[in-house]
């Protein structure tokens, strides 16, 4: 098929190249010429695994172009809406301007019986709006939404073998749906499932899934909490609990909480928006799994500070990780950096490091310094912090690093390591909700 996807952000980039590596005929669209430029040059200005190599195969194979021109959209029949909402600082809601514009961008130009596929995440009732625009202006054309599940870090996974694949119709509208079967066709044939549904279930899919995730991350952490005040611990707990089929395992690490780019965002954009619906009683309780979660970093930092016995000033702290999860180099409301920006403002002498976010975290926090390697965060380090578990932090050796630090006092805030190994080696461990 023809498909042109506009926005060529972090959604957009891997929905084109996936899209061109299942066979279709893919323009990507932009405003921004640097990064179109990049992504043509098969260089995505981000890190993510397996990318560069679908980008640069569907480019050196032609199926997959980039323009800054609207215009050069104009002969695809299915276009991807895949620009960014971000979070509004006065209200917590979710800024659907860029999807206005790149709608009313594509009005003028839509073909006969296009179909104008949203991916953003909106807030509910977004699609009805745009609908209702498009029956009025371009009634040869239609509308459905297809929420993104994609993970940082299995991002181009996701898109091509994703767990569902959710279509948000118009009552009775069968050829959007066939449409998008046609554009997903490798992935429905592979077995995946798919709901066909009307568009504010579908807006709703993709928030309330991420609401859940959230909450259960909040949730173990919240236990965290009372496993250290009463000596339990948290890791056997949710090992315990997550063999019930019901709760599940996944999603119940307790640490340093949550960040990035989706799910702090879109729980406060759907609480805002149940308050707009005069529903904010009803999810009021994402504002304290919200809460609980920026109290984890708090707590790190106060663990921090009595760690050091007292006062963080004049201490060197080792951070390791700066991202908001491993396998990213996204540093989108990352918990690490908060925390170490905290330690900083404390007087520590905070050093940083991470195998792909320095540059991203300087340009954030360029008052914190930054080290390439791990070897030399640690160089006579009073406090070690694991702040994001990348492999290569995993697997760290307790006694070949404890000949590198200051002190051997290292606070675990991914629950990743052995505690026993590290005590045995000399090491004064602690993890978030472990004896
Ligand atoms: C999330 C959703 O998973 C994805 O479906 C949606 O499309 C976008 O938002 P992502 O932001 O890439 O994806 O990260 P995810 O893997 O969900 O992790 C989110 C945050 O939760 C990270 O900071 C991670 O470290 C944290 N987390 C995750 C925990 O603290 N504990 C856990 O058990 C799991």
């Given amino acids: 098929m023809r498909i042109s996807v506009i926005g060529c952000g972090y959604l957009g980039a891997v929905h084109a190249s996936a899209m ?66 971000p979070q509004s600082s006065e209200t917590g809601a979710a800024d659907v301007s860029f999807v206005d514009a790149a709608f009313e961008a594509l009005l003028p130009i839509l073909a006969e019986g296009a179909l104008v596929v949203g991916k953003s995440t909106v807030p509910v009732g977004t699609a009805a ?42 009552d009775g509208d069968d050829r959007a749906a066939s449409m998008l079967d046609h554009v997903y066709r490798a992935a429905i044939e592979a077995g995946t499932p798919r709901i066909i549904t009307d568009y504010a279930t579908a807006e709703l899919v993709k928030v309330a899934a991420n609401a859940f995730l959230a909450t259960k991350i909040s949730f173990i952490n919240a236990m965290s909490e009372i496993a250290d005040a009463t000596g339990a611990d948290v890791t056997a707990l ?56 920026m109290r984890q970093r708090r707590r790190v930092v106060d663990l921090a500070v009595r760690d050091l016995g007292g006062s963080a000033a004049g201490k060197k702290v080792a951070m390791l990780g700066v991202t908001f999860k491993p396998d990213s180099d996204d540093v989108r409301d990352s918990p690490a950096l908060d925390i170490a920006t905290s330690l900083n403002a404390l007087g520590a002498e ?86």
């Fill in 20 to 85: 061109a590596e299942l066979g279709h005929e893919v323009v990507g669209i932009d405003v921004d010429r640097r990064k179109i430029e990049a992504l043509a040059a098969a260089h995505p200005p981000f890190y993510e695994p397996g990318l560069p190599e679908i980008l640069n195969s569907a480019t050196a194979s032609g199926r997959l172009r980039f323009s800054p021109d609207i215009a050069d959209a104009a002969d695809a029949e299915v276009h991807f809406l895949a620009v960014g909402t």
């Fill in 129 to 170: 709006r745009l609908a209702e625009r498009l029956a009025a202006e371009a009634p040869h054309a239609a509308l459905a939404w297809n929420p993104e599940f994609l993970r940082e870090g299995f991002a181009v996974k996701d898109t091509l073998a994703p767990d569902r694949l959710v279509y948000g119709v118009a």
């Fill in 238 to 293: 949710a090992d315990a609990i997550g063999h019930d089929v019901r709760i599940g395992r996944r999603f119940l690490n307790a640490g340093v909480g949550f960040g990035g780019g989706c799910l702090p965002k879109d729980i406060r954009g759907f609480t805002a928006r149940a308050e707009e619906l005069g529903l904010g009683q009803t999810l009021a309780f994402l504002t304290e799994v919200d809460a609980i979660n």
């Fill in 350 to 435: 905070v050093v940083a490091t991470d195998p792909e976010g320095i540059e991203n975290a300087r340009s954030r926090r360029p008052e914190l310094s930054y080290v390439p390697t791990t070897r030399e965060a640690l160089q006579l380090a009073d406090l070690v912090i694991l702040a994001t578990e990348w492999g290569e932090y995993r697997t760290l050796d307790p006694e070949v690093v404890g000949r590198l630090v200051g002190e051997r006092r290292i606070i675990d805030g991914r629950n990743v390591l052995d505690p026993a190994a590290w005590r045995a080696a000399g090491w004064h461990y602690r993890g978030i909700g472990r004896p």
